[in-house]
């Protein structure tokens, strides 16, 4: 079976530039996470999906942070315009039916932003 | 709000070693908890798992136990290999309405030596 996967894995773009990051869950997987991984810090939830429906983007910076499911499968998350704290790695996860799971993590898309 | 705390390293560690990290958490009601482990340049891992007080995971030759009355769930190996070289994040589950998302530590970097 295959992995989450995510691209593209690294990416350097310079401040108030946009980024767009890709996620392809675990096939037949309903739920989809988003994280951030700071440096020197545990990962946190920026937005969780149920199929193609929002279920918490409470910790998501709305003002320049936006992330879509089409079609309940692919999501892609966007940043813009980037700001030199945006700099972390972008983790997605997913998870079988309610979320209830265990979630499954991809490899992560790491971003520095100059 | 719900948190976990695990400590600091690195922790470095002579080949078959024992392995001890600390994990206490803060929550409300009877979260699930978990150690997750990220290889160098991979994603996260669920390494094990407890949903409820008492309970052991076990994977690996690693093991933790829910201790409700010390709200506790340290890592333990009884001898380390040089593979296991990792870092390590405690987390905790939090249930709120339709949400599922994973609250992390910061992270236990081990670093084992030949």
């Known amino acids: 079976e295959a992995g989450v996967a995510q691209s593209p894995r690294y990416k350097i773009i310079e401040k108030r530039q946009s980024v ?31 199929n193609n429906g929002v279920v918490d983007d409470s910790q998501l910076p709305k003002d320049r942070f936006s992330a879509e499911r ?19 790695v972008y983790l997605c996860a997913s998870s079988p039916g309610t979320g209830m799971e265990t979630q499954y993590f991809g490899p992560g898309t790491r971003l520095l932003v100059l | 709000g719900n948190s976990v705390t695990q400590m600091e390293g690195p922790v470095t560690l002579s080949e078959e070693a024992f392995l ?50 010390t709200t506790s769930f340290h890592l333990e190996k009884g001898s380390v290999q040089v593979s296991d070289s990792a870092v390590y994040f405690c987390a905790l589950r939090d249930y709120g309405g339709a949400t599922n998302k994973l609250i992390f530590g910061t992270g236990t970097l081990l670093a084992v030596q030949p």
């Open chain 2, 20 to 69: 001890t990290i600390n994990c206490t958490y803060t929550a409300t009601g009877y979260p699930s908890l978990f150690w997750y482990v990220q290889y160098p340049g991979e994603g996260l891992q669920l390494l094990l798992k407890a949903t409820k007080a008492d309970d052991k995971g076990s994977n690996k030759g690693f093991e933790a136990t829910y201790r409700k009355e």
């Open chain 1, 70 to 88: 089409l079609k309940g499968v692919d999501s892609t998350l966007k940043i813009q315009p980037a700001k030199l704290e945006d700099s972390a």
């Open chain 1, 20 to 50: 767009a990051f890709w996620c392809n869950p675990i096939s037949g997987h309903a739920t989809l996470y988003w994280y951030q991984q700071i440096l020197g810090q545990g990962p946190k939830l920026l937005i969780q999906f149920q």
